[in-house]
């Protein structure tokens, strides 16, 4: 199945560098997204002639996908450049293996999100959307098979496709295979939930590989630990650690563009001054409101922190900004609405006629996330678990004065920035409120000092490197 002309480097991830919209006329409009991958890739160059293999998440992908050659060749300019091959998968298949699968089970496994006592439930209609996550994952295995010169080194991302080396093995036993987890992995006792044919699966697909990426030692452990658990060990496969960090050079001149400073201003007004006129601080969270990033918790704690230290009152906001994830899903919307809820009732209880305590955003917008970034005197990063969090690494690279971070152990970045940071157990409210105080509290050189140090532990792993070094371990 080997192509003559295949690419060298080939990249598997559901979401894809670009995304499509159909305007009133039928035209399509292509958008252009951003990440880490998307700068890694950019790092080994367009002569590399990589090949990015990605699935139309939407009709307007599907379409595109259908214009285009069935997906093979999206028009260049519409990707940057990359080459983009986007699977046009039968829209059902999809929304089981996405919606029904990846984000419902293998995210609430790894993030530990069940409640226990009614849920997970494995019925039959698992089985059915299991067996569409097993096509889906075919589908990613084949295009990578169809696209990859004979030895080429492939790396698939995350828990959409953990099928996807043991498939693609078997179809292309010449290339190497690497896949990355951008989540944490669960402890053997939670995996093993999963029925034990399903786990099995899950482990052997990721097997399949000869390389496995994780964010940190402690997921990377968790999976040896199901993998001697389950299957008798990892057997060939290496494991390693690439500690994704942000990327300094684009964050510092993205902050600085006039569109930034315009929501600076903004967000100025917004907070107001304190009634003796002197300036309020701010408590900055910005998250996709994903239900392990803790957004309830995290206002519970500033309620917490308004009741039982009243001198903060008219003193501090609290900026949240809670953008929209995966609401096709009923959890993730209910969730959505609980933030809404819990902030409407802080500023009824607490605010006055010049102060709104809470000040919750919804609409994602990238340059007033940068603002906030700029003048927050302390950052709230508080997920029950996490992989990595780069909103606690793009902090302190952007912050204007200096940061104090409240940062959740049960984030991957705990593992490189806890020295500097106030650590929190993410489900101790009166903790975090604690905390909270401490930072708003920290002499300004002291903050100075420890943003800098943090903002070095951040940059440590800069995209680029990142997915280099992978690259390299896999050929080595
Ligand atoms: C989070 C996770 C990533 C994952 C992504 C998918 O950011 O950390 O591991 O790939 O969500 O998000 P999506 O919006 O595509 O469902």
Redesign the pocket.
């Known amino acids: 199945m080997a192509s003559t002309h295949g690419a060298e480097v080939l990249l598997a991830?559901?979401?894809g560098p670009v995304s499509y919209e159909v305007r009133e006329d039928g035209s399509l409009n292509a958008r252009r997204g951003g990440g880490g991958l998307v700068s890694g890739l950019s790092a080994i160059g367009p002569e590399a002639g990589a090949v990015w293999v990605c699935a139309a998440l939407s009709d307007a992908d599907r379409e595109a996908a259908r214009r285009f050659e069935g997906g093979r060749r999206l028009p260049s300019e519409a990707t940057g450049g990359q080459r983009v091959r986007m699977l046009d998968i039968d829209p059902d298949v999809f929304s089981d293996a996405y919606n029904g699968i990846a984000?419902s089970v293998l995210w609430f496994v790894h993030h530990m999100l069940y409640q226990t006592p009614l849920e997970p439930v494995f019925d039959a209609e698992f089985r059915r959307r299991w067996a569409s996550y097993e096509a889906y994952n075919r589908a990613f295995a084949q295009a990578l098979a169809e696209e990859a010169a004979e030895g080429a080194a492939v790396i698939v991302?995350?828990?959409?496709l953990t099928l996807v080396p043991g498939m693609l093995r078997d179809f292309r036993p010449d290339v190497r295979i690497g896949h990355f987890s951008?989540?944490p992995w669960a402890p053997v006792d939670y995996f093993r939930m999963l029925p034990d044919d399903i786990a099995e699966q899950v482990l052997r697909g990721m097997l399949g590989a000869d390389r496995l990426g994780f964010l940190t030692r402690r997921w990377a452990d968790a999976f040896a630990d199901c993998c001697d658990a389950l299957v008798g060990g990892l057997g060939g496969t290496r494991t390693g650690v690439h500690g994704l960090g942000a990327d300094a050079e684009f964050l510092r001149e993205r902050s600085h563009r006039a569109d930034v400073f315009e929501r600076m201003a903004a967000l100025r007004e917004e907070i107001g001054a304190a009634p003796d006129g002197g300036a309020r601080k701010t408590i900055v969270r910005v998250d996709?409101t994903?239900l392990s990033k803790n957004i309830v918790r995290g206002l519970l704690a500033y309620r917490q922190l308004l009741e039982e230290r009243p001198q903060w009152r008219e003193r501090v906001v609290h900026l949240a900004f809670a953008y929209p994830?995966?609401q096709d899903l009923a959890v993730y919307r209910e969730y959505t609405a609980e933030v809404r809820r819990v902030a409407e009732e802080i500023n009824e209880r607490y605010g006055t006629a010049g102060w709104r305590p809470v000040v919750l955003h919804v609409r994602d917008d990238f340059a007033r996330s940068l603002a906030a970034y700029r003048i927050a005197d302390v950052a709230l990063v508080n997920p029950i678990r996490d992989?990595m969090n780069l909103v606690a690494k793009e902090v302190p690279v952007v912050s204007d004065s200096g940061c104090a971070l409240v940062l959740s152990r049960e984030a991957g970045a705990y593992a490189e920035l806890g020295d500097d940071a106030v650590v929190v157990n993410p489900y101790d409210v009166v903790g975090t409120a604690e905390a909270l105080h401490e930072a708003l509290g920290m002499g300004g050189a002291e903050r100075v000092e420890r943003t800098k140090r943090l903002a070095a532990a951040a940059t440590a792993l800069p995209p680029a490197q990142w997915f280099l070094e992978q690259l390299e371990e896999l050929r080595a």
């Open positions: 991830s559901n979401r984000n991302q995350d828990y959409h951008h989540t996709r994903e994830s995966r992989g």
